[in-house]
Nanobody
């Protein structure tokens, strides 16, 4: 079982920033590529950003390119999603996810097959 715990969500005004964190056991970071997807109420899950275990590349959804940055800190066993210039359209529950074969959410060559409980991001004035 892949264990992932998201945190860092909250309420922010348009144009503001948030930094999401995904805590994972060391072995998870060693064995799996990690990414982020989001889901707004009544909408489909959407891949946001990921490290691909297939080609080693980093992928971003077109809607967040230039605004979001994914990174990881192995010393802290954490993957981050820095979100800048936030828009109301970014409002969603954000999930940290492991790249696993047959995952239901696809972004580039990442497939998200396991995730945590999510953290709510609300962008509103």
């Amino acid at each position: 079982q892949v264990q992932l715990v998201e945190s860092g969500g909250g309420l922010v005004r348009p144009g503001g920033s948030l930094r999401l964190s995904c805590a994972a056991p060391r072995f998870t970071l060693d064995y799996y590529a990690i990414g982020w997807f989001r889901q707004a109420p009544g909408k489909e899950r959407e891949g946001v950003s990921c490290f691909s275990s297939v080609d080693g590349s980093t992928y971003y959804a077109d809607s967040v390119k230039g605004r979001f940055t994914i990174s990881r800190d192995n010393d802290k066993n954490t993957v981050y999603l820095q979100m800048n210039s936030l828009k109301p359209e970014d409002t969603a529950v954000y999930y940290c996810a492991a790249d696993l074969p047959g995952g239901a959410v696809v972004l580039g060559r990442c497939t998200f097959g396991s995730w945590g409980q999510g953290t709510q991001v609300t962008v509103s004035s």
